[in-house]
C-alpha cells in the first residue's frame, strides 16, 4: 500500500502546497483524480472562503458557508462536501494517483474522503494527503502502520507520487502474467 502525507504549520501552507504539486504532476503527464483547495480571505470576515477543485479538471465547489463575521467554530458545508465526494469518486476510474488536499474532521469521523481513500488504495493506486496538525493523530489511526510521512519539499513529495505511481503499474503488469 501507497499512502503518504504531507503537514506544514500555518494556515492554507498545506493546501498551497498539494496544489502544487498537483500542478507539478499534472505538467508532467501524470492522471490525477483527487482535490486540491483553494483559500479567499474576505477584508469584512474572520473566516476565508475554501473552494475544492476536483481533479483533474473540475468543477470547482465551494465547500465553505458564509456565516458572517461574528461566527464562531467551523464553516463547512457538509453537503458540498459529499458533492465534492461523488466527483472524486466518479473519476478514480484511469487516475493513476490520488491527492486528497485534507484529512480534515470528517475524514477523522469516517466520512468525507476516507472511503474514496480506501478505494484508490485498495486499487493499489498511491494516495498523496494533507494532514493538518489538529487531525494528524485521527489520520494516523486510520493509517496504522501503511503510510510515510514526506518532508514539505515540492521535488521530494513529486518524485515520491511519481515513484509509487511507477512501482503500482509495474504491480498490476506483473499480476497480469502470473
Same mark, same amino acid.
Given at each position: ?25 499534472q ?7 483527487g482535490?486540491? *483547495?483553494?483559500n #479567499?480571505?474576505r477584508?469584512? /470576515? ?5 473552494? &475544492?477543485? $476536483?481533479?483533474?479538471? !473540475? ?11 461574528l ?5 463547512l ?5 459529499? *458533492?465534492?465526494? #461523488?466527483e472524486?469518486?466518479? /473519476? ?5 494517483? &490520488?491527492? $486528497?488536499?485534507?484529512? !480534515? ?24 494527503v ?8 485521527a ?12 518532508r ?14 511507477s512501482?503500482?503499474a ?5 499480476a497480469?502474467?502470473?
Amino acid at each position: 500500500m501507497k499512502l503518504a502525507y504531507v503537514s506544514l504549520q500555518g494556515r492554507g501552507r498545506t493546501d498551497a502546497l498539494i496544489a502544487e504539486v498537483a500542478a507539478r504532476l499534472q505538467a508532467q503527464g501524470a492522471r490525477l483524480a483527487g482535490t486540491v *483547495q483553494s483559500n #479567499h480571505d474576505r477584508p469584512d /470576515r474572520r473566516k476565508c472562503d475554501m473552494d &475544492l477543485s $476536483v481533479l483533474p479538471d !473540475g468543477p470547482t465547489l465551494r465547500i465553505s458557508e458564509d456565516r458572517g463575521d461574528l461566527a464562531r467554530g467551523c464553516t463547512l458545508d457538509s453537503g458540498a462536501l459529499e *458533492q465534492t465526494v #461523488h466527483e472524486v469518486q466518479m /473519476r478514480l476510474d484511469g487516475a493513476e494517483i &490520488l491527492i $486528497v488536499n485534507k484529512f !480534515g474532521k470528517r475524514e477523522g469521523e469516517g466520512k468525507g474522503l476516507v472511503p474514496v481513500i480506501a478505494e484508490a488504495l485498495g486499487r493499489g493506486m498511491p494516495v498523496l494527503v494533507g494532514v493538518n496538525g489538529l487531525n494528524l493523530a485521527a489520520f494516523l489511526a486510520f493509517a496504522g502502520d501503511e503510510t510515510v510521512g514526506l518532508r514539505a519539499d515540492l521535488d521530494c513529495i513529486a518524485d515520491w507520487c511519481l515513484a509509487s505511481r511507477s512501482l503500482a503499474a509495474d504491480n498490476l503488469e506483473n499480476a497480469g502474467t502470473l
